[in-house]
């Protein structure tokens, strides 16, 4: 296990620099100059070199490029072109939003998928078969936005259950938190579940066809502890690493679902900045949120090496 | 390839025999043969599915309706009606006005060109970035493998949306730099679905024979491995449009694709959220359309993959 977790580490060391590379180059592809811009309208030359000056923009690419990531790898993201904040702080600040929305939208994804899946699997070809394969369907053909809109013109506008907008952090009232939160998560975790549930449906109707499936039944094990016991174990392999991918999903898509529901999270700092043309704050949600993918995914691996032993000498 | 549609039609032929001692044409007409039959049988297993066919029949004439939405459209999409504002469905106007009193439908068949370019657009950059590095990683292998997957790896360590994103707030939102950022976070899936194929075409016992008759690598590439690949690919690429689309249609949404006046769904809905509480068919509407065409998509690609190649457990569903 210790050595599966070393080998993923190296792995991830080329991929980090890569990631590095491209978010870097965001800069270099900027088309005009960030200190004309920062400079505002009625700027003079002099002005403008000193803002270039202050940024490092005249120095040699190799060295902004080492000095930016001598500081991410410090945890220093810069600072915004536009506040002067710094941009790990902005980050820090909104994290809590960001992924308190993709956990409970994974839980969503999870409640739904999981039953969903085995009905599916087990009723192969029948009608319950057919009516989650269809809405597993529907829900990924179905953009979050719509979705987003739909529920709240029902729960919000009609019915008046649940608030359309606005955010209460966990720590304050976390019934009111979960109020405000369970619109967005259904809202993102409905593509998940949808997603999850085909993944779960065919590799769990695969390992219903194996032969030490129709042994277990043979010796007259219950069915419920049949698909519990023996087959969700090795079903759950192809379906985590679906869940792997999902992270990475349900991170960019709550940027949309955050805009809909006003919650202050990375989504709303990413639209700002990307109005603004903030590159700093760009660059930051963006390798935050690789990093963030990157550390899911390790944990994936090791999930793997846990469900599966073959894995972890492969 | 193996041809069981031609086996199935002359029943008596021994399936384990040397395929040689029935072999009597030139080589070319033998394969001219083989391709015709797969392409009926690919065209029989289509047919025998009924929800494909009527996804590939939806998208057909909502393709139609895009192109000849001049002459369809029963009002100008642009002119305004101040008098005349966010009304839902009326007999003059069947899906109802917008905020600038705009014919909905009118408008929406505009945009259905709008979505169905742009997302045609972002695959077909998604193929030309994806494929080559694709075939180049699995025919080739070694290190130019292990350098084109970690580049993968790490494009696809990034929220797809997110990167997108980043994108367009690079290089100005508009519709072409939108669908620019799909077609770049799209090329990864393009480029492991054709290593993946290439992979498996390579260690066939045909290619094999070819190398081991002196053919040239890229006449191998053309001629024997190409042609293998083609139907996940063009899975790949029914089930990617689902998605481009989705992606543009989020993109408009924020307000980072398509730029007004010109809409497309996505747009349109971003438009019109703000007005939910008084006319939700402004949102309902494009939102039924991107979900069906969408998913009009995705059921061609999953019959697709059904419909094409070798007869395996489960295909026969």
């Given at each position: 296990m210790i050595l599966l977790l070393g080998r993923r580490l190296l792995l991830m060391v080329p991929i980090l620099l890569v990631v590095s590379f491209l978010v870097f180059g965001l800069v270099v592809a900027v088309p005009g100059d960030p200190a004309i811009t920062l400079a505002g309208?009625?700027?003079?030359p002099e002005r403008i070199a000193e803002i270039r000056g202050q940024l490092g923009l005249d120095d040699p690419l190799a060295q902004q490029y080492g000095r930016w990531v001598g500081g991410v790898v410090q945890g220093d993201l810069g600072a915004s072109?536009?506040?002067?904040?710094p941009v790990a702080t902005s980050i820090a600040e909104r994290m809590p939003v960001t992924i308190g929305l993709a956990t409970l939208s994974m839980i969503v994804a999870l409640l739904i998928s999981i039953p969903a899946g085995i009905i599916a699997a087990t009723k192969r070809g029948r009608w319950p078969d057919r009516v989650a394969t269809f809405l597993a369907s529907a829900g990924l053909a179905m953009p979050s936005f719509f979705l987003g809109l739909v529920l709240v013109l029902v729960?919000?506008?009609?019915?008046?259950?649940?608030?359309a907008t606005g955010y209460v952090p966990f720590e304050v009232d976390p019934v009111l938190w979960l109020k405000h939160m369970i619109l967005p998560a259904i809202t993102l975790g409905a593509a998940a579940a949808a997603e999850t549930t085909r993944q779960l449906r065919s590799s769990l109707s695969d390992v219903l066809q194996q032969d030490y499936i129709r042994t277990a039944r043979a010796k007259g094990t219950r069915a419920g502890s049949v698909i519990v016991h023996h087959a969700l174990k090795n079903a759950a392999v192809p379906v985590v690493t679906v869940l792997g991918f999902q992270v990475a999903f349900l991170l960019g898509g709550s940027v949309i679902v955050e805009q809909i529901f006003a919650l202050p999270g990375l989504g709303g700092l990413a639209i700002r900045a990307v109005i603004d043309r903030d590159i700093p704050v760009i660059q930051g949600v963006v390798v935050f949120a690789a990093v963030l993918v990157m550390v899911v995914n390790l944990a994936v691996d090791l999930l793997y090496g846990w469900l599966n032993p073959k894995i972890r000498t492969a | 390839m193996t041809d069981t549609g031609s086996l199935e039609q002359r029943p008596?032929?021994?399936?384990?025999?040397?395929?040689?001692?029935t072999f009597t044409g030139p080589a070319v007409a033998a394969d001219q043969v083989v391709a015709v039959t797969s392409f009926r049988r690919f065209l029989r297993r289509f047919a025998g599915q009924p929800m494909a066919v009527g996804a590939l029949a939806v998208l057909v004439v909502l393709v139609l309706a895009a192109i000849a939405a001049p002459r369809i459209a029963?009002?100008?999409?642009l002119a305004q009606d101040l008098q005349d504002?966010?009304?839902?469905?009326?007999?003059?106007?069947w899906l109802g006005t917008d905020?600038?009193?705009?014919d909905v439908l009118s408008r929406m068949l505009f945009a259905a060109r709008v979505s169905l370019v742009a997302a045609a657009q972002a695959v077909l950059l998604a193929i030309a970035l994806g494929v080559l590095p694709g075939l180049m990683a699995g025919f080739l292998r070694g290190w130019v493998d292990a350098v084109i997957s970690r580049i993968t790896d790490a494009v696809m360590s990034f929220p797809p949306l997110l990167l997108a994103i980043a994108i367009v707030g690079v290089f100005g939102p508009s519709l072409t730099n939108a669908m620019l950022a799909v077609g770049v976070i799209f090329a990864p899936r393009f480029l492991r679905v054709t290593r993946g194929a290439v992979l498996a075409a390579r260690e066939e016992t045909f290619v094999e024979a070819s190398r081991s008759i002196g053919t040239p690598v890229l006449r191998i590439i053309a001629t024997r491995i190409l042609p293998n690949i083609l139907s996940p690919l063009l899975v790949q690429t029914s089930l990617a449009l689902g998605f481009a689309m989705l992606a543009e249609a989020s993109l408009s949404f924020l307000g980072l694709g398509v730029q007004p006046p010109d809409a497309s769904w996505g747009a349109m809905i971003g438009r019109a959220y703000r007005f939910l509480a008084q006319t939700p068919t402004l949102v309902v509407f494009p939102g039924i359309a991107i979900a069906v065409c969408v998913l009009a998509f995705n059921i061609l690609g999953d019959g697709l993959r059904d419909s094409f190649g070798r007869d395996t457990r489960g295909a026969g569903r």
């Open positions: 309208d009625n700027a003079t072109l536009f506040s002067g904040r729960f919000s506008l009609q019915l008046g259950w649940l608030p | 008596g032929r021994p399936l384990e025999a040397d395929p040689w001692s029963p009002f100008d999409p504002t966010l009304q839902g469905p009326t007999s003059e106007h905020e600038l009193g705009r």
